[in-house]
């Protein structure tokens, strides 16, 4: 990403990047800022000041997939893996592109993610819990136990909140009558009540 008339240069390891700022600056107030906040009262980064912005904690792969979601040549149409939007929703998260961020979770959507994954994603860069719902419901329908490699990854909080769904659902099996319930006795419904309970989560819209 060298463009014929890009005004903005970052620098990233021992790639050089030659981009248009007009894009980071509508989008973006983090990077409005280090745009407007020049050390030396010129236009640090720009092509009217000699010194690129360097980027020392972003890896150029992750900062080229970005680019790509703004200079796509195939209009709206974005093909990638969950790894591709993963990386870029961690940029659009850091840097407060919003309209990148909702684009990343549209697509993010779209894709089959393991629920751990997906959870540990989701939570990470703050992302509205509802949508997380199925994921959670995985989890606690799942026989094996997490390992603890999963629950390290997870976090302590999550753990807790899994397992307490998971027991508020044997002991409702237990008062309905079930001897010996599997996760699987249960509606994935009536999980979900469970669990907008136990994480938060608002109740489901009642219909009129």
Known sequence: YYLRGG?????????????????????????????????????????????????????????????????NPQYSLYDAPVETWLSILNLAHRWSFWNIKDLAIRELEKLNIEPIEKIVAYHEYKINKVLLIPAYIAMCKREKSLSLAEGTKLGMETVLRLAD????????????????????????????????????????????
Do not use: C
């Open 165 to 208: 769904a998971r027991e508020r659902a044997r002991q409702q099996a237990a008062e309905s009558g079930i001897r010996s319930p599997t996760f699987e006795d249960f509606e994935d419904a009536q999980m979900e009540d469970m669990i907008r309970e136990v994480f938060g989560i608002a109740p489901r819209p009642t219909s009129p």
């Open 7 to 71: 005004d903005l240069n970052v620098l990233i390891g021992n790639h050089h990047y030659r981009i248009h700022s007009y894009f980071f600056y509508r989008e973006s107030l983090v990077w409005r800022q280090m745009l407007d906040a020049s050390p030396d009262g010129g236009d640090h980064g720009t092509t009217d000041s000699p010194s690129p912005f360097t980027l020392d904690d972003v890896k150029s792969e992750d900062f080229e997939r970005f680019l790509w979601v703004i200079y």
